[in-house]
């Protein structure tokens, strides 16, 4: 047994020492792979999420074909070609969407074994309205360039954009008096309990819009409480849903003593420049 232990580890050292090129076919192989970019697009200087944002990966093999003419002319036929090359995505109201691309990979392989690691060449091409276009070499807003072939899960792309100066100037003369109507009521109208045969007659049901600092409806969204949520200017409309606790002192012995009201409170909060 000793001697088939000795015999084991001198072979082990055998191919480390010549390296498994010696007992093992090894090739390189080069080829493409296909993984998904999540694009999360955010006001830079709020971090609020941006809706309706256009999002194309624009691959090499695109910036290729445009580079030469005789490509285009011979692939007009199939428009759909150059789609592939660069997809296009428009981001949901979380201000995410998610992209297919396909990247160069390359590395080693033997029987059973695959190692490698692919490229994040090309550029993100990003446009919304209000805000200034963006396009950057994909690497750059991932901070590195390459990913092993093993990597399976999306790519995170976080991208911030900058306000148009022209934009930002027509929200502050707009905010000025303009009034929202937020979940179906006007910001400076209130909805109240109307029966007057109830104990709960007068009682709000739906807030007037209230003020709220920034940090405040930041801290409300993570944490996961804010029911509805709207942009309209140069503030976020929000909603939470709160129960109001109403004591009946006069209520008969063996019956509730109170009542229990959702009200929905509605707050606005202005963006950060």
Not at 51 to 63: C, E, M, N, T
Not at 93 to 103: E, P
Request: net charge positive.
């Amino acid at each position: 047994m000793r001697k088939r232990i000795i015999i084991l580890i001198s072979c082990l050292f055998l191919v480390a020492l010549v390296g498994p090129e010696m007992f093992i076919q090894v090739e390189d192989w080069d080829g493409r792979c296909k993984r998904d970019l999540a694009v999360i697009v955010l006001d830079r200087d709020s971090s609020a999420p941006i809706a309706g944002a256009k999002v194309a990966f624009v691959s090499p093999d695109y910036l290729y074909a445009m580079r030469h003419e005789e490509i285009i002319e011979s692939e007009r036929q199939h428009p759909e070609w150059l789609t592939e090359l660069k997809p296009t995505e428009q981001t949901d109201s979380n201000g995410q969407c998610r992209i297919h691309a396909w990247f160069g990979a390359g590395g080693k392989r033997a029987p059973f074994l695959r190692t490698g690691r692919f490229l994040l060449r090309g550029e993100i091409e990003v446009t919304a309205s209000g805000f200034s276009k963006l396009r950057a070499p994909l690497s750059e807003l991932v901070g590195r360039d390459r990913f092993s072939i093993y990597k399976k899960s999306p790519i995170v792309v976080t991208i911030g954009l900058k306000r148009n100066v022209s934009h930002n100037n027509l929200l502050k003369a707009t905010d000025k008096s303009a009034q929202y109507v937020f979940l179906g009521l006007p910001e400076d109208e209130e909805k109240r309990i109307d029966n007057p045969d109830s104990a709960l007659h007068g009682v709000p049901k739906v807030t007037a819009v209230q003020s709220a600092e920034y940090h405040r409806y930041l801290e409300l969204r993570r944490k996961g409480t804010i029911v509805k949520e709207e942009r309209h200017g140069a503030f976020v409309y929000f909603a939470i849903e709160s129960i109001l606790h109403l004591p009946m002192p006069s209520a008969e012995a063996g019956t509730a003593s109170g009542a229990y009201v959702n009200v929905t409170k509605r707050y606005k909060a202005r963006i950060p420049k």
